[in-house]
């Protein structure tokens, strides 16, 4: 009884003395900030939970982007026993001691099990096999979260059985009504510039956001105290954005339209005044190397290595060294010849995919390369490229109900004038293609 009570005691203590970001988790539905297309009212995983009716799932975002939340708020709503474990530190043999317990636990009275795997993309091969067939019969339902591409990093049998559930990072009005809500937890009160400052270097992280917000608290003075811009700058050592007249959002803009349009110097002047106000390097070269893509592409296809090497350049080196990489990569995009057939081209072939057309892959197509697969014609037909001295074929490789689908257009400029003239003629020599055996 003694020790139940001092156990008691140090949970109080422990909740007083936890971030803010751990005080203020929420512990209803209605409470989670941000993530309203998974969990807002209607929303299909808000509507699995309430049910308590989860199958294994996946939940992938970036930091702060509210995983482990949603993993407590499933433990809040469900009847079955839920169990957390961390893929960093766990081996085999702990997944085994769930899983024995799990079958124990339902036979003994009938209770279910969820196992909440937080960094799932840490669990190696065998770890994750261990895993399978528990999830594959029923008797664990996994939700794994992790910040990578779990295409990537989860085994794909695991993968297959477990629904997959994408959390974006916080926008900057979810992200200041969070820290709202912190303010006021801390019966504290902040000035609208400080509170824009914190939202804009939170980068859409909830923890990262609260955790600023806690040491900007102490800063202006504890509880009861006014939070003014100053302190937001002194919590997060960077200064505020101050573009005079203009706000944050139309300089960026300006930015991309000048190099979009090619000209150079515009560029660099609005390079200059980000780097002056204080603008975060990684944030302009992410727009970089976004702009690479959708407004070069591959009418110079060397830009995207461009940007993406200015981005690593960044992270390396850091300023104010990095605004050398910076200026090199926005000559290069300014200057560069411009075609947006990549984002036209994405955008049209996700149109048909959306609207369920192309569904069936040819039957020449399909692997058939495992046993069985042969015997359901499965890659039947199938015309080997490199057979032809030229590496190319006439062949079908749409679907068929998109055999007249053109998603991509070059546009003539640059290196895609080269690119129009290969897709007018691809070969010449067509003659002599025998089938492959693979």
Not at 79 to 84: H, L, Q
Not at 106 to 120: A, H, K, M, P, Q
Not at 158 to 184: I, P
Not at 220 to 236: C, D, K, P, R, T
Request: proline share 4%; aromatic share 6%.
């Amino acid at each position: 009884m003694v020790s139940d009570l001092f156990a008691s005691a140090a949970d109080d203590v422990l909740q007083q003395r936890a971030p803010l970001a751990a005080r203020l988790r929420p512990r209803r539905l209605d409470d989670l900030v941000g993530q309203e297309e998974l969990l807002g009212q209607g929303a299909p995983l808000r509507t699995l939970i309430e049910a308590d009716r989860l199958t294994s799932l996946i939940l992938w975002g970036p930091p702060g982007s509210g995983k482990t939340t949603v993993a407590r708020l499933i433990a809040n709503h469900t009847a079955k026993e839920f169990v957390t474990m961390s893929a960093v530190s766990a081996s085999v043999k702990d997944v085994r001691v769930v899983i024995e317990d799990a079958r124990r636990r339902l036979g003994e009275r009938s209770i279910g099990t969820i196992l909440f795997l937080d960094e799932v993309h840490r669990f190696n091969k065998a770890q994750q096999d261990a895993l399978l067939p528990s999830v594959e019969e029923g008797l664990l339902v996994l939700i794994g979260a992790t910040t990578e591409n779990p295409y990537f990093e989860v085994n794909a049998p695991l993968l297959s059985r477990s629904n997959l559930f994408r959390l974006n990072a916080l926008t900057d009005t979810a992200v200041c009504e969070l820290l709202l809500r912190g303010v006021d937890h801390e019966q504290a009160s902040i000035a609208e510039d400080a509170l824009q400052h914190l939202a804009s270097r939170a980068d859409g992280d909830a923890r990262r956001a609260l955790t600023a917000l806690e040491m900007t608290v102490v800063l202006a003075g504890g509880q009861g105290s006014q939070i003014e811009l100053v302190h937001a700058e002194q919590a997060l050592d960077t200064r505020a954005h101050r573009y005079g007249e203009d706000d944050h959002y139309d300089v960026v803009s300006a930015f991309i339209k000048s190099m979009r349009g090619s000209d150079v110097d515009a560029a660099l002047h609005w390079l200059a005044r980000m780097l002056e106000a204080g603008e975060d390097a990684r944030f302009i070269a992410r727009r970089m190397v976004i702009l690479a893509s959708e407004d070069i592409g591959m009418a110079d296809p060397t830009s995207l290595l461009i940007a993406d090497a200015a981005a690593r350049a960044v992270e390396f080196v850091g300023l104010p060294e990095a605004q050398l990489n910076l200026s090199q990569a926005v000559i290069h995009l300014a200057t560069a010849p411009k075609s947006n057939s990549a984002l036209t081209a994405i955008s049209r072939a996700r149109e048909d995919v959306q609207s369920g057309r192309g569904r069936q892959v040819p039957i020449h197509l399909r692997d058939g390369h495992y046993s069985g697969a042969r015997t359901l014609g499965h890659g039947d037909g199938y015309v080997y490229p490199h057979r032809n001295s030229d590496g190319w074929v006439e062949q079908q490789y749409l679907p068929d109900d998109l055999l007249d689908a053109r998603y991509y257009e070059p546009s003539g400029n640059g290196f895609e004038s080269d690119i129009a003239d290969r897709r007018a003629d691809p070969s010449a020599a067509k003659e002599n293609v025998e089938e492959s055996e693979i």
